[in-house]
């Protein structure tokens, strides 16, 4: 690296080759943020929160200071993006990433870029030290890998204006591979990181590769054997590292200037980017399957959720309607009879006619029956009950009015049908083909 010099621009965009794997994740996140079908406004419109994919995969590198991290992505990208040297260069969050233009971008600018990673600012102070380099290379799979280059791990008195090690733990968490590197010259059993490994060992293990980098400074390869066994012995010390299966390939950078005879398996990192890739894409197709199922299934929890308000809302107002007629029309038969009471027969037939008028004989009579049966000294105390019971009635009648739950309208449940049906013909349909052109690909490349 050191007979070449940087280049501020590795490919121009319009010359780059998208290839299927882009087109596929790019397609993808286009179904999402859709300014006017998108899933994520679909989710939105009904109460379900969806994240649209990332077009990219996210590799976080790890270690102590020194140990080529930052070299490395220099090396993949094949742009001098990140300063490199013994000190300690990057002493925040950095995500390098490929785009249009070269750019650079503070925290919060980098946290509008990645949505995904909003939750960092519950880590207080992290914001300040986020940071973004954009870059326009195409390089190997370049285009669709997002580095996130951590700070350079120490012991001692080393105080980082932020919870470095909760930070990193976090940010593993949601990446798609971890890379640890280990450099041979006696940084290597850093407690700090070890420390970070082993707490995302136990989250998120399946995760997490090991490497030694810089690997041609390490001497002969006696002394490169040494360093392994000695970050081997240290790892098996501790019970979350000491697993089956341990590789740690050595790695470094090339430089056909000053040639190595130890063994470089550093395009194997390259290959291990691209597998993760080609899982991503397949991931994204799955969970763009189930983000459908999931809108889909909520639309008609919500339409059965709107039928049974409808029944629910007849039979409230049916309470209401009988509890409101009962509290008008009971005091208005108890006053009318006394009134009505004042009349003759002969009055009532030439009122109302006589058949009319025997069936309001019947109910005054009643009324009136029910009314001499009460004792004098009591009628006074059934006025009252009488009138606090047709007020409860009334009261009644208003509590049932106002339990009616809320219903979709018209408009809105064409809306849900409307966009049940373009899940199903338009977004599934997209998905499958998609899927079958990926899989066309594959067995293309592969000659399956």
Request: proline letters at 4%; a neutral charge.
């Amino acid at each position: 690296m050191s007979g070449r010099k940087p280049r501020s621009v590795a490919n121009p965009l319009e010359s780059a080759i998208t290839t299927p794997s882009e087109r596929i994740l790019k397609e993808c996140h286009s179904l999402y943020v859709d300014s006017e079908h998108g899933l994520v406004r679909i989710a939105s419109s009904l109460g379900v929160r969806l994240l649209p994919p990332r077009k990219k995969i996210i590799v976080m590198i790890m270690g102590n200071h020194s140990a080529g991290k930052s070299s490395f992505i220099n090396w993949y990208a094949e742009e001098h993006i990140q300063k490199t040297g013994v000190a300690i260069e990057t002493q925040g969050f950095t995500f390098i990433t490929s785009g249009r233009k070269r750019e650079s971008l503070t925290g919060n600018a980098t946290l509008h870029l990645y949505p995904h990673f909003r939750p960092l600012l519950e880590f207080k102070g992290v914001t300040d030290y986020l940071s973004a380099e954009i870059s326009t290379s195409k390089q190997k799979k370049f285009s669709l890998v997002t580095f996130v280059d951590t700070p350079g791990l120490v012991d001692g008195d080393m105080i980082y204006p932020f919870d470095v090690n909760s930070a990193i733990t976090w940010l593993g968490e949601q990446a798609d591979l971890i890379f640890v590197f280990f450099d041979p010259m006696g940084q290597a059993l850093c407690k700090r990181t070890l420390n970070i490994v082993e707490k995302l060992s136990e989250k998120c293990g399946d995760k997490l590769l090991f490497y030694l980098s810089k690997a041609d400074e390490a001497g002969k390869e006696t002394d490169r054997q040494r360093v392994m066994m000695q970050i081997v012995q240290e790892l098996c010390r501790r019970p979350g590292l000491n697993k089956c299966g341990f590789e740690m390939p050595t790695i470094y950078i090339p430089n056909p200037q000053k040639p190595s005879r130890c063994v470089n398996q550093i395009d194997g990192v390259c290959q291990t980017i691209e597998k993760t890739i080609n899982q991503a894409v397949q991931k994204t197709l799955d969970q763009l399957e189930k983000d459908c199922d999931l809108i889909c299934s909520t639309i008609s929890s919500r339409l059965e959720q709107d039928r049974a308000d409808v029944t629910y809302n007849k039979s409230v107002r049916l309470h209401s309607f009988v509890c409101g007629t009962l509290g008008v029309f009971l005091p208005l038969l108890f006053i009318l009879s006394f009134i009505v009471n004042t009349f003759s027969k002969e009055q009532l037939d030439e009122l109302l006619g006589e058949g009319p008028a025997r069936t309001v004989s019947v109910f005054i009579g009643v009324v009136m029956y029910l009314w001499d049966w009460i004792p004098e000294d009591g009628q006074v105390v059934f006025v009252i009950i009488f009138g606090a019971f047709c007020y409860l009635l009334l009261f009644l009648a208003k509590y049932f009015a106002g339990r009616g739950n809320k219903t979709l309208t018209k408009k809105e449940k064409r809306t849900m049908a409307e966009y049940n049906g373009y899940i199903q013909d338009i977004i599934k349909t997209k998905k499958g083909k998609l899927y079958e052109w990926y899989l066309q690909q594959c067995a293309a490349e592969y000659d399956l």
